[in-house]
T-cell receptor, first 112, second 115 residues
Framework: SQQGEEDPQALSIQEGENATMNCSYK?????LQWYRQNSGRGLVHLIL?????REKHSGRLRVTLDTSKKSSSLLITASRAADTASYFCATVPTGANSKLTFGKGITLSVRP | NAGVTQTPKFQVLKTGQSMTLQCAQD?????MSWYRQDPGMGLRLIHY???????DQGEVPNGYNVSRSTTEDFPLRLLSAAPSQTSVYFC??????????????FGPGTRLTVL
């Protein structure tokens, strides 16, 4: 079963613009992770945010977590054509031995 | 470090054939897992291992076997391939259990087609 659901399913923006992607989930989580997948490649980990954290930054990436709304957002600032990829939200529910559960992903296209 | 490697990159099988997808990592990670990725479905966990000699089932284990005789290798066996197993398969490893707050490192994937 998939816990995280990303929104929108697809996003097309101009280079230089900011891209905001959202993820909602159903049950309490231990942590939430965002991954990027370039076409035909494996997934690459971007950022992990724990349930007791509200915001994290990594370079041009900013992730927020609102546990009361069971949602997270990934912001990519000053987007580049190289940011074109699929982005996945993955959640780890609370409880020992919980597994990483992936959403269906968001396709981001950045036009040069 | 090569990270997580997978072989083969592509494979075509006939229904009923068996094969093994290879996965190896050189990061000394205890935790390894296999996922399949289907269009519109995201990634689904097939099997995972928390260390050599220890494996367990994920969300979609039917039709697949795994073993973990060494820390480095985690092969996935398809016992009798079916068209429903047409998918892209990803192997991943992590230094700690994901529920303890660990990222996963993914291999490049194996694209499998079952005719």
């Amino acid at each position: 079963s998939q816990q995280g659901e990303e929104d929108p399913q697809a996003l097309s923006i101009q280079e230089g613009e900011n891209a905001t992607m959202n993820c909602s989930y159903k049950t309490s989580i231990n942590n939430l992770q965002w991954y990027r997948q370039n076409s035909g490649r494996g997934l690459v980990h971007l950022i992990l945010i724990r349930s007791n954290e509200r915001e994290k930054h990594s370079g041009r990436l900013r992730v927020t977590l609102d546990t009361s709304k069971k949602s997270s957002s990934l912001l990519i600032t000053a987007s580049r054509a190289a940011d074109t990829a699929s982005y996945f939200c993955a959640t780890v529910p609370t409880g020992a031995n919980s597994k990483l559960t992936f959403g269906k992903g968001i396709t981001l296209s950045v036009r040069p | 470090n090569a990270g997580v490697t997978q072989t083969p990159k592509f494979q075509v099988l006939k229904t009923g054939q068996s094969m093994t997808l290879q996965c190896a990592q050189d990061m000394n990670h205890e935790y390894m897992s296999w996922y399949r990725q289907d269009p519109g479905m995201g990634l689904r966990l097939i099997h995972y291992s928390v260390g050599a000699g220890i494996t367990d089932q994920g969300e979609v284990p039917n039709g697949y076997n795994v073993s973990r005789s060494t820390t480095e290798d985690f092969p996935l066996r398809l016992l009798s391939a079916a068209p429903s197993q047409t998918s892209v398969y990803f192997c991943a490893s992590s230094p700690r259990l994901v529920w303890m707050g660990s990222e996963q490192f993914f291999g490049p994937g194996t694209r499998l087609t079952v005719l």
